[in-house]
């Protein structure tokens, strides 16, 4: 069986939940499948090594390319590969709507379906477009979580027999790491050397931070000066964030950190007390099981996929009202033992959640719809 993978947004979007869920593909598909050959579709020369096998060939793909020449370089590199199935694991955007091959996307989420006041409108507007012609061509469909397949379905009335689950896993980077070593990490690389409150997810208006911080404002005085530290690339929404953390007077306590490479995230989340994770939407929602990975005790929205992942390990809030925000980040915080609970509860369910259970799945998801075309 030959099969082609766009791998593109391993390299793109690294660090995002789409980014890791492509490069963790590429990477156990490398170390679980010698059997089968592989193309990748990949954007430029660099990290091509860490795909690099025999039966694993790259394809690479010039960057600079408008939607008809891409689509037809990737059908050319299907017909010519004589490609069994192809695999685009973005949500399906940029796979060809002339079929050459079987195909499979990997749909994370329909947030911009859900939610559309809470999406760039550039993504807006190709999500929407295509991902409803998409689905009429593709032989099945990976998705992340039960509430998602259910949401896929029911929206697009979607037969459930063609939609698959393989959920996503925190990266082996994510484990507990010595204390003193976060600490001189943390004041090396972020000035950090305070205690802190964590949120990792970006500055989209559905992840919620505008109501995250009003809660943080509603007990600051009562958490002995425990500050609030958000990573992630400032977007579009940033200002509005950062507006309201001004008008509160705010600013000495909630930090903003613009970049943050990948591999020094494991600090930021070891360094943390508590994390939070207020999101109104969520086809998964990785942040939570990156923390508890590192034995961090989290508090988590009660909404979408959130309770199906995080089952009994976190504390959950109703995202919409900060005030039980805000009183359940100081339940936790002002109880040790709550804290140890949540992080031996946390700690136990990271592990039952493996990148090569989930690769093993999508390998046999392949194999499944070769069989069906033979």
């Known amino acids: 069986?030959?099969?082609?993978?766009?791998?593109?947004?391993?390299k793109w979007y690294r660090g995002s939940g789409i980014g890791t869920y492509t490069y963790q593909l590429l990477n156990y598909i490398k170390k679980l499948d010698k059997q089968n050959?592989?193309?990748?579709?990949?954007?430029?020369?660099?990290?091509?090594?860490?795909?690099s096998a025999?039966?694993?060939?790259?394809?690479?793909?010039?960057?600079?390319?408008?939607?008809?020449?891409?689509?037809?370089?990737?059908?050319?590199?299907?017909?010519?590969?004589?490609?069994?199935?192809?695999?685009?694991?973005q949500n399906g955007i940029g796979i060809p709507l002339s079929k050459k091959c079987s195909y499979i996307i990997?749909?994370?989420?329909?947030?911009?379906?859900?939610?559309?006041?809470?999406?760039?409108?550039?993504?807006?507007?190709i999500f929407r477009e295509n991902v409803p012609k998409i689905l009429k061509i593709v032989d099945s469909v990976i998705t992340v979580s039960e509430f998602s397949k259910k949401d896929i379905c029911e929206y697009f009335d979607y037969d459930p027999a063609k939609v698959f689950i393989t959920h996503l896993a925190p990266e082996d980077i994510y484990r507990p790491l010595p204390k003193q070593e976060v600490e001189n990490i943390l004041k090396q690389r972020f000035n950090i050397d305070f205690p802190y409150i964590l949120y990792v997810g970006g500055f989209s208006p559905r992840k919620n931070l505008i109501r995250l911080i009003k809660a943080y404002n509603i007990i600051k005085d009562q958490i002995d000066c425990?500050?609030?530290?958000?990573?992630?690339?400032?977007?579009?929404?940033?200002?509005?964030?950062?507006?309201?953390?001004?008008?509160?007077?705010?600013?000495?306590?909630?930090?903003?950190?613009s970049y943050v490479e990948v591999e020094l995230m494991p600090y930021l989340y070891n360094g943390a007390i508590l994390f939070v994770y207020p999101s109104l939407y969520?086809?998964?929602?990785l942040p939570p099981l990156e923390a508890m990975a590192c034995k961090i005790p989290t508090i988590a929205s009660n909404t979408t996929s959130l309770p199906e992942v995080l089952k009994d390990a976190?504390?959950?809030v109703n995202p919409y009202f900060e005030e039980d925000i805000a009183e359940k980040i100081l339940l936790v915080l002002e109880s040790e033992k709550l804290r140890k609970e949540l992080s031996e509860k946390g700690y136990s369910l990271a592990k039952k959640y493996?990148?090569?259970?989930?690769?093993?799945?999508?390998?046999?998801?392949?194999?499944?719809?070769?069989?069906?075309?033979?």
């Open 106 to 125: 990997t749909l994370h989420d329909i947030i911009p379906f859900r939610l559309p006041e809470t999406v760039g409108p550039g993504y807006l507007k």
């Open 354 to 374: 493996s990148w090569e259970k989930t690769i093993s799945s999508t390998i046999a998801i392949y194999q499944q719809i070769f069989a069906l075309k033979s």
């Open 226 to 257: 425990i500050h609030l530290v958000i990573p992630g690339k400032f977007s579009r929404s940033f200002e509005e964030v950062k507006g309201l953390v001004v008008e509160l007077g705010l600013c000495e306590y909630v930090h903003f950190v």
């Open 282 to 285: 969520e086809g998964f929602g």
């Open 54 to 89: 025999e039966n694993i060939n790259i394809n690479l793909l010039p960057q600079q390319l408008d939607k008809f020449w891409e689509e037809i370089m990737i059908k050319e590199i299907i017909i010519q590969n004589d490609i069994d199935i192809y695999h685009v694991p």
């Open 314 to 316: 976190a504390i959950f």
């Open 1 to 10: 069986m030959k099969i082609g993978i766009d791998g593109r947004a391993a």
């Open 37 to 51: 050959e592989y193309l990748i579709i990949w954007p430029d020369k660099s990290e091509i090594e860490f795909v």
